[in-house]
C-alpha cells in the first residue's frame, strides 16, 4: 500500500506524521529517507507528539540513538530513534547492537538505513521525504511488509 501526501510547511509535515503514527503497531521498523533537510527530523517530531513523548525531539545526527518514552491510550511507548548518517560500516552498527534494538519489539525510525542495503529486509514501512519547492514536501508512504 502506498499513500501519498503533499506538505506546504513543517506544521502540515508534522500533522501528516501525527495521522500516520496512529497506524504503527509494537515492533514496526520505519526507514525515513530523503535528502538533508527534507523534514525527516519534523516528521519524526510528529510520531513523537502523537506518542505524547515528553522530551524534546532533536535531530540524534551527533548522539547517533535516542528513546523517546511516551504513551498510548494509557499504555507506555517507547520510540527508538536512528541516523545512521554517520556511520561508516555494518560492523559498527553491529557494535551499538542495531541488530537487537530493531528485535526489541519496540516502534523504531531509521533515518539514513538505506546507506546500509543489508538491513533491507527487516523495515516494515518505508517514508520518503522529497523537495517539492521551498517549503513545500511530497511524502510517500509505503508499508512493506505486514
Partial sequence: MIEKFLSRSEHETRE???QF???LQEGDILLLTGRLGAGKTVFMRGITEFF???EQLSSPTFS???IYEGELEGKPVSLHHFDLYRIESPRELEAIGFDE???SGYI???EWGERFPEYASRYT???SLEYAGDESRCLV???LSA
Avoid: T
Wanted: aromatic share 8%; glycine share 0%; hydrophobic share 55%.
Fill in 16 to 18: 501528516i506524521a501525527r
Fill in 21 to 23: 503514527a496512529a497506524c
Fill in 52 to 54: 505524547m513523548c515528553s
Fill in 64 to 66: 547517533l540513538f535516542n
Fill in 101 to 103: 534494538y530493531l528485535d
Fill in 108 to 110: 523504531s525510525v531509521v
Fill in 125 to 127: 514501512v518505508q517514508v
Fill in 141 to 143: 508512504i509505503k508499508r
